[in-house]
């Protein structure tokens, strides 16, 4: 049960918070993104320590972050009991806050890995889809086009609707015919950076197709002066090979909880 110590932040207030920010190994962007009024989320605080909770689901400490706040955290958002309907990923750096969550016994942990882009240049960049076969073409995504994207990593994945995407963020599609095979997109979105997601669908894999929209959203990102960032679940080897053909480092890793 949330409990007094904690309270939520009005949206009025959310870009006081950035105060709270320190860069980490998690990353910036996605609190950012909350706190900036670019992307939707949820913030609260006991005034020493804060909680960012993004549209996606993603969520992140910065502070102290002392027990009785940790256990407002898990109360409301991790224990058997929470009623939230949105997923909670929590995003754990900090020692304590490891410690804290490691005694409850009804999460899983995992592991995400970090990259940045070191180049101040695109690595390559097919030009209007030059290379593709068939009736594939490259297109920016769409209002129409948003709608034929079918998958787990999708715009909706980190945008409201397609208004605020359309809006705020970017993307690009491989198109075959009707079909949306591979795209890139912005999955969050601060002042300074842009986090790409990027999804191919199982029939269009091993083509190419990915890194091609990787790197234009890459080249997008320059062009915004922005500078690109990419993580991703540590088991999942793809995206890991797919960041590292695109031009991205590894930079760093840090553990993440959520409820089984």
Not at 147 to 156: A, N, Q, R
Request: hydrophobic fraction near 40%; include cysteine; charged fraction near 25%.
């Amino acid at each position: 049960m949330l409990v007094i110590a904690m309270h939520k932040v009005a949206s009025t207030e959310h870009r006081n918070m950035v105060a709270y920010m320190d860069k980490t190994a998690c990353g910036v962007v996605y609190p950012l993104s909350i706190a900036e009024g670019i992307q939707p989320g949820e913030i609260y605080t006991d005034q020493d320590s804060a909680l960012f909770w993004h549209h996606s689901g993603f969520a992140f400490l910065f502070g102290p972050c002392e027990e009785a706040f940790l256990s407002c955290v898990y109360d409301h958002f991790l224990s058997t009991e929470s009623t939230l309907s949105r997923r909670f990923v929590l995003f754990a750096e900090n020692e304590n806050v490891k410690q804290f969550f490691r005694k409850k016994k009804n999460l899983t942990w995992g592991k995400r890995y970090f990259f940045e882009y070191p180049n101040k240049s695109a690595k390559r960049f097919y030009a209007g889809g030059k290379g593709l076969s068939g009736n594939l073409r490259v297109c920016e995504i769409s209002r129409e086009l948003l709608d034929k994207i079918e998958g787990t990593i999708t715009p909706y994945f980190s945008w409201a609707d397609s208004c605020a995407f359309l809006r705020r963020g970017k993307g690009y599609c491989v198109v075959d015919g009707e079909t949306a095979a591979a795209w890139a997109f912005s999955a969050a979105v601060s002042g300074e950076e842009m986090d790409i997601g990027v999804e191919t669908k199982a029939a269009y894999r091993h083509l190419g197709l990915g890194t091609m929209v990787s790197e234009r959203m890459v080249q997008y990102c320059l062009e915004q002066h922005k500078r690109p960032v990419w993580a991703c679940s540590a088991d999942n080897a793809a995206s890991k090979r797919l960041a590292e053909k695109a031009g991205f480092l590894k930079t760093a890793e840090c553990e993440t909880c959520k409820r089984i």
